[in-house]
């Protein structure tokens, strides 16, 4: 019994996280002018008990003292909420809602009251190395946007909010970096360089399934810095260059080839001369050589005949 009692105590499901919602509160500045009244009264009695005697004195003071008793209640309960922050309120430990509207508010005096940012926040993450998808070292930092936007799943839910949505932060840009290669290199797959907007947009979406069991939402996220480690950085470089110089190339050629058959054409369409397949091939060699050298060719003359 004692034993299945023990897999029954286990196997409880834990409760539900609590969900925000409005505090009874009260406008501020009518308690606040409650308490003045109390204290005023306070005051006066004190010092009408103080030309009595007897009961009517003692009486007098009593009541007094309740009314500064009571205006110091009162005044525990007053709460001011500045325009982006908010209050969460518990009461012997536990939530009775949240005060988001600014001002001065009043609410159970016995209760805690915790102060919780709503503002917009930034979040540059560390510098992170990691391997891309190729297994090539990387540097990669990403700045995230967000805001509270449940109080009470972000102080319940979680120990330190903050701090958890900077851990997520930096195990969602780790696990990006890790799932696509730096460079598509011409393949047409999604990589980190080449497809900027469609990464950012995955990190937001991976960060807010990440945080949103501590009540925060994720406005947007962008990569603040990106580049191949310093060990292997000058070698992706000459491959970056290489492979720009044989694009060029292939360029180049194209517009040589083009050329070179439109000047063919225009020799054979008006008649100019006729050539051979041999002189043709020597003559698509020679302006083939004119185009395609980064050089300025040296001209040779020929003095004999066409076949010489």
């Not at 500045?82 to 536990?94: C, D, E, M």
């Not at 005096?109 to 102060?115: C, M, S």
């Not at 937001?204 to 925060?216: F, I, M, P, Q």
Request: one cysteine or more; glycine letters at 6%; aromatic letters at 4%.
């Amino acid at each position: 019994m004692a034993s299945e009692a023990i897999v029954a105590q286990g196997s409880r499901s834990p409760s539900q996280p609590v969900s925000e919602h409005p505090a009874r509160s009260a406008p501020g500045l009518r308690m606040l002018m409650l308490t003045i009244v109390l204290i005023l009264g306070g005051v006066v009695l004190i010092v009408v008990a103080s030309k009595q005697s007897g009961a009517t004195q003692k009486v007098l003071i009593g009541v007094g003292i309740a009314a500064f008793v009571v205006s110091s209640i009162l005044l525990r309960g007053l709460t001011a909420v500045v325009p982006g922050q908010a209050r969460v309120v518990q009461l012997f430990g536990k939530y009775r809602g949240t005060i988001r509207e600014s001002g001065l508010q009043w609410v159970n005096p016995f209760t805690d009251r915790i102060k919780v940012s709503t503002r917009i926040r930034n979040l540059e993450s560390a510098e992170a190395k990691v391997n891309d998808a190729d297994g090539n070292p990387i540097e990669i930092a990403a700045v995230v946007v967000w805001q509270v936007r449940d109080t009470a799943h972000a102080i319940y839910s979680v120990d330190d909010y903050k701090h958890f949505v900077t851990i997520q932060t930096e195990t969602a840009v780790r696990h990006i970096a890790s799932s696509y290669p730096y460079d598509s290199r011409g393949s047409g797959a999604l990589s980190l360089r080449d497809n900027a907007d469609e990464i950012t947009e995955r990190l937001s979406a991976e960060v807010r399934d990440r945080v949103r069991s501590a009540g925060v939402d994720i406005i947007e996220s962008r990569l603040t810095r990106l580049s191949y480690a310093p060990e292997i950085a000058q070698a992706m470089l000459r491959t970056q260059q290489a492979s720009a110089v044989v694009g060029a190339r292939q360029v180049i050629v194209e517009g040589a080839v083009g050329m070179v058959r439109m000047a063919l054409d225009k020799l054979e369409e008006e008649g100019v001369v006729e050539l051979d397949e041999e002189r043709k091939a020597a003559m698509v060699s020679n302006l083939l050589v004119v185009l395609c050298s980064e050089q300025a060719t040296q001209q040779v003359v020929n003095t004999g005949s066409l076949y010489q």
